[in-house]
């Protein structure tokens, strides 16, 4: 269930509309939260990437959660493989070829040295 609570608290971290027109926009839609074994993430989806979820989910809060989930059912595994796992996931579920032919990788960090 924490998977999903996970998912659900990605709402709080998008900048509020405020911010977003008084700042530059950074290069990346950062997300961080720790999975239900424990291990602490930050994912870092480039613009491009992350625009292009939110149009083929919906909106920002379910592309949010989209990746959350896929990183939460590998969480387990070593944070590399996260990243190539998420990272193949997104490219199948954009079609890659169809809609983006050059995709940046996302990045995951994990504040554990043991991954």
């Not at 608290?9 to 405020?18: A, C, E, G, S, T």
């Not at 939260?33 to 920002?60: E, M, R």
């Not at 809609?99 to 995951?108: D, H, N, R, T």
Request: charged share 15%.
């Amino acid at each position: 269930m924490s998977h999903i609570q996970d998912a659900q608290q990605y709402h709080r971290l998008l900048p509020d509309i405020d911010q977003r027109a008084h700042f530059p926009v950074p290069p990346s839609v950062t997300m961080a939260f720790t999975t239900a074994s424990g291990k602490p993430l930050t994912v870092s989806v480039p613009h491009s990437v992350f625009d292009q979820l939110c149009l083929h989910l919906g909106n920002a809060h379910k592309a949010g959660c989209w990746i959350t989930v896929r990183c939460c059912e590998v969480e387990t595994l070593s944070v590399g493989t996260i990243a190539r796992y998420v990272n193949m996931m997104v490219e199948t579920k954009l079609h890659r070829a169809e809609v983006m032919p050059q995709m940046l990788p996302i990045e995951i960090l994990s504040s554990i040295l043991s991954n």
